[in-house]
């Protein structure tokens, strides 16, 4: 038998706010909720399961939309996984690329701060490498990670 929980309580359960929870079943994410007589939305294990999935995808920072596709597919359990991880690889090429990206981006503050001499504000080598892209080491092209 399954256990019934209230949204206040899977919100606890879970970690996750309870207007997150009713986003979640708005773009169809996790499935309506079954209501007890007095219209309160009642949850239960599957639905724990199922919201425990999508937030620990959302941690690990996969889109909205591939969690919708990974779970459209978790939903026919009798499909190749191949699908899943093509999923998977393509969000791991889009984190090694943020990683690069923000290693490019450390490694040039650290090159202005070490750059730092002191002094007043007017003189801060900081303040003249923002204002100033030519004065970067890659003369401007230190990327922006991307989201």
């Known amino acids: ?9 899977l919100a606890k359960q879970t970690d996750c706010k309870v207007q ?3 986003y979640y079943e708005d773009i169809g994410l996790m499935p309506l909720a079954q209501r ?4 309160r939305r009642v949850y239960n294990n599957l639905d724990m399961e199922r919201l425990n ?17 990974i779970l459209a597919l978790a939903d026919q359990p009798d499909q190749p ?3 899943v991880d093509k999923i998977a690889r393509d969000h791991l090429k889009q984190v090694e690329r943020k990683i690069a990206s923000l290693t490019t981006l450390r490694s040039e ?5 070490n750059e730092c001499e002191g002094g007043t504000v007017l003189q801060c080598n900081v303040v003249h490498v923002l204002a100033d892209h ?4 890659d003369h401007g092209k230190v990327s922006e990670p991307t989201t």
């Open 36 to 39: 007890a007589e007095n219209g």
């Open 81 to 83: 996984c191949e699908k």
């Open 20 to 22: 997150t929870i009713r």
């Open 134 to 137: 030519s004065l970067c080491e």
């Open 109 to 113: 503050l650290v090159r202005i701060l």
């Open 53 to 69: 999935f999508i937030r620990h995808s959302r941690d690990m920072g996969f889109s909205l939309d591939d969690i919708r596709n």
């Open 1 to 9: 038998m399954l256990e019934k929980f209230m949204i206040g309580d």
